[in-house]
Protein backbone atom coordinates (compact mmCIF):
# COMPACT_ATOMS: atom_id res chain seq x y z
CA UNK A 1 0.00 0.00 0.00
CA UNK A 2 0.99 2.98 -0.82
CA UNK A 3 0.70 6.78 1.16
CA UNK A 4 -1.99 7.71 -0.89
CA UNK A 5 -3.94 4.74 -0.33
CA UNK A 6 -3.19 4.69 3.18
CA UNK A 7 -4.95 8.27 3.11
CA UNK A 8 -7.73 6.94 1.25
CA UNK A 9 -7.92 3.91 3.94
CA UNK A 10 -7.95 6.41 6.86
CA UNK A 11 -10.23 9.02 5.57
CA UNK A 12 -13.12 6.15 4.52
CA UNK A 13 -12.85 4.41 7.54
CA UNK A 14 -13.36 7.97 9.40
CA UNK A 15 -15.85 8.39 7.39
CA UNK A 16 -17.88 4.56 8.16
CA UNK A 17 -17.46 5.57 12.19
CA UNK A 18 -19.04 8.88 11.51
CA UNK A 19 -22.24 6.75 9.81
CA UNK A 20 -21.75 4.44 12.69
CA UNK A 21 -22.42 6.75 15.58
CA UNK A 22 -24.86 8.69 13.19
CA UNK A 23 -27.03 5.49 12.77
CA UNK A 24 -26.15 4.80 16.95
CA UNK A 25 -27.20 8.17 17.85
CA UNK A 26 -30.38 7.45 15.78
CA UNK A 27 -31.29 3.90 17.50
CA UNK A 28 -31.47 4.61 20.87
CA UNK A 29 -33.82 7.01 23.15
CA UNK A 30 -31.53 7.32 26.04
CA UNK A 31 -30.33 10.95 25.84
CA UNK A 32 -26.95 10.33 27.61
CA UNK A 33 -26.17 7.36 25.07
CA UNK A 34 -27.37 9.60 22.30
CA UNK A 35 -25.35 12.77 23.56
CA UNK A 36 -21.97 10.36 23.52
CA UNK A 37 -22.86 9.15 19.72
CA UNK A 38 -23.52 12.17 18.56
CA UNK A 39 -20.07 13.95 20.20
CA UNK A 40 -18.08 10.54 18.54
CA UNK A 41 -19.90 11.45 15.46
CA UNK A 42 -18.70 14.85 15.41
CA UNK A 43 -15.20 14.12 16.64
CA UNK A 44 -14.62 11.21 13.40
CA UNK A 45 -15.46 14.31 11.76
CA UNK A 46 -12.64 16.44 12.63
CA UNK A 47 -10.26 13.47 12.04
CA UNK A 48 -11.82 13.25 8.19
CA UNK A 49 -10.78 16.71 7.89
CA UNK A 50 -7.89 16.53 9.47
CA UNK A 51 -6.80 13.99 7.09
CA UNK A 52 -8.06 15.17 4.12
CA UNK A 53 -5.74 18.40 5.20
CA UNK A 54 -2.81 16.39 5.72
CA UNK A 55 -3.14 14.71 2.12
CA UNK A 56 -3.16 17.67 0.38
CA UNK A 57 -0.07 19.23 2.55
CA UNK A 58 2.12 16.22 0.85
CA UNK A 59 0.07 16.14 -2.20
CA UNK A 60 -0.80 19.20 -2.87
CA UNK A 61 -4.50 19.50 -5.31
CA UNK A 62 -4.03 15.86 -5.86
CA UNK A 63 -7.30 13.96 -6.58
CA UNK A 64 -8.19 12.44 -3.65
CA UNK A 65 -10.54 9.67 -4.91
CA UNK A 66 -12.75 7.95 -1.54
CA UNK A 67 -15.90 6.87 -1.02
CA UNK A 68 -17.26 9.52 0.81
CA UNK A 69 -20.48 7.42 1.49
CA UNK A 70 -18.44 4.43 3.68
CA UNK A 71 -20.94 2.81 5.47
CA UNK A 72 -19.60 0.92 8.79
CA UNK A 73 -19.49 -3.40 8.05
CA UNK A 74 -21.48 -5.15 10.18
CA UNK A 75 -20.65 -8.68 10.75
CA UNK A 76 -23.46 -11.45 11.21
CA UNK A 77 -21.73 -12.90 14.09
CA UNK A 78 -21.98 -9.63 15.89
CA UNK A 79 -24.85 -9.17 18.64
CA UNK A 80 -26.13 -5.48 18.75
CA UNK A 81 -29.11 -6.44 20.64
CA UNK A 82 -28.62 -3.92 22.90
CA UNK A 83 -27.00 -0.90 24.04
CA UNK A 84 -24.28 -2.86 26.16
CA UNK A 85 -23.08 -5.14 23.24
CA UNK A 86 -23.54 -1.85 20.45
CA UNK A 87 -21.09 -0.02 22.78
CA UNK A 88 -18.35 -3.14 23.18
CA UNK A 89 -18.79 -3.16 19.48
CA UNK A 90 -17.66 0.53 19.10
CA UNK A 91 -14.69 0.07 21.48
CA UNK A 92 -13.98 -2.55 18.92
CA UNK A 93 -14.08 -0.57 16.23
CA UNK A 94 -11.99 1.72 18.07
CA UNK A 95 -9.28 -0.33 19.49
CA UNK A 96 -9.09 -1.50 15.65
CA UNK A 97 -8.46 2.43 13.91
CA UNK A 98 -6.16 2.84 17.06
CA UNK A 99 -4.23 -0.44 15.63
CA UNK A 100 -4.34 1.14 11.99
CA UNK A 101 -3.04 4.27 12.61
CA UNK A 102 -0.38 3.10 14.88
CA UNK A 103 0.58 0.79 11.95
CA UNK A 104 0.16 3.70 9.48
CA UNK A 105 2.97 5.91 11.73
CA UNK A 106 5.29 3.00 11.95
CA UNK A 107 4.91 2.34 8.14
CA UNK A 108 6.03 6.49 7.24
CA UNK A 109 9.31 8.10 6.97
CA UNK A 110 7.88 11.68 6.60
CA UNK A 111 8.21 12.47 10.51
CA UNK A 112 5.28 14.76 10.16
CA UNK A 113 3.17 12.31 8.79
CA UNK A 114 4.24 9.80 11.44
CA UNK A 115 3.54 12.62 14.29
CA UNK A 116 -0.24 12.71 12.92
CA UNK A 117 -0.80 8.90 12.26
CA UNK A 118 0.19 8.85 16.12
CA UNK A 119 -2.10 11.33 17.25
CA UNK A 120 -4.69 9.90 15.64
CA UNK A 121 -4.06 6.53 17.53
CA UNK A 122 -4.32 8.65 20.43
CA UNK A 123 -7.69 10.29 19.31
CA UNK A 124 -9.31 6.80 18.58
CA UNK A 125 -7.66 5.79 22.30
CA UNK A 126 -9.67 8.88 23.58
CA UNK A 127 -13.09 7.81 21.92
CA UNK A 128 -12.86 3.96 23.64
CA UNK A 129 -12.07 5.45 26.95
CA UNK A 130 -14.79 7.64 26.79
CA UNK A 131 -16.65 4.61 25.09
CA UNK A 132 -15.63 2.27 28.51
CA UNK A 133 -17.16 5.26 30.85
CA UNK A 134 -20.21 5.14 28.68
CA UNK A 135 -20.44 1.28 29.07
CA UNK A 136 -19.69 1.63 33.23
CA UNK A 137 -22.70 4.31 33.66
CA UNK A 138 -24.82 1.75 31.83
CA UNK A 139 -24.19 -1.09 33.48
CA UNK A 140 -24.11 0.88 36.97
CA UNK A 141 -20.53 -0.06 37.28
CA UNK A 142 -18.75 3.28 37.95
CA UNK A 143 -17.89 4.47 41.62
CA UNK A 144 -16.85 7.91 41.77
CA UNK A 145 -15.56 7.94 45.45
CA UNK A 146 -13.58 5.86 47.57
CA UNK A 147 -15.83 3.68 49.60
CA UNK A 148 -13.60 3.85 52.66
CA UNK A 149 -14.53 7.39 52.78
CA UNK A 150 -17.81 6.51 54.53
CA UNK A 151 -16.16 5.01 57.21
CA UNK A 152 -17.94 7.14 60.46
CA UNK A 153 -20.71 8.09 57.99
CA UNK A 154 -23.38 5.92 58.67
CA UNK A 155 -25.25 5.28 62.09
CA UNK A 156 -25.52 1.89 63.14
Keep these: MDRKEAYIIAVENEIRAINLYSILAKSFNDKDLVRVFKSLSQLEKGHQEKI ?3 FRKEFGDT ?7 ALPRFEVKDDLSGPRQVIRYAISKEESMKENYTNMASASDNEDIKAF ?3 LAEEEQNHKELLEAELNRIEGSMVWFDPSELNGMMED
Design 117 to 119: FKY
Design 63 to 69: SFDYDGN
Design 52 to 54: EES
